[in-house]
Nanobody, 122 residues
């Protein structure tokens, strides 16, 4: 049974930091491109950051570049998202995702987590 379980969400004030984690099981996550997506109320889900199975240079959306850092620990089957300098507009449900090749768009995602809520107050 494939599972992606996110944790680390919560409520913080603007300027604060949070670290999200996503632990995978039931499949070999080290073979997958892994990503974080988010969805704010009334908005479409959008890609935030992604990292290929081989590592390499991660990719980020323009809105989070320089503030968020994605990383992975394949030995622990865990994906991370370090979020700093948080803004109210970062408020959203954050989802972990896995794709076989490219994970920068929802179309290619094979597995999804259930999401973890991040709320940033001004």
């Amino acid at each position: 049974q494939v599972q992606l379980v996110e944790s680390g969400g919560g409520s913080v004030q603007a300027g604060g930091s949070l670290r999200l984690s996503c632990t995978s099981s039931g499949y070999t996550s080290s073979h997958y491109c892994m990503a974080w997506f988010r969805q704010a109320p009334g908005k479409e889900r959008e890609g935030v950051a992604g990292i290929y199975s081989s590592g390499g240079v991660p990719f980020y959306s323009a809105s989070v570049k320089g503030r968020f850092t994605i990383s992975r620990d394949n030995a622990k089957s865990t994906l991370y998202l370090q979020m700093t300098s948080l803004k109210p507009e970062d408020t959203a449900m954050y989802y972990c995702a896995a794709a076989e090749v490219y994970c920068g768009a929802q179309t290619y995602v094979k597995y999804w987590g259930q999401g973890t809520q991040v709320t940033v107050s001004s």
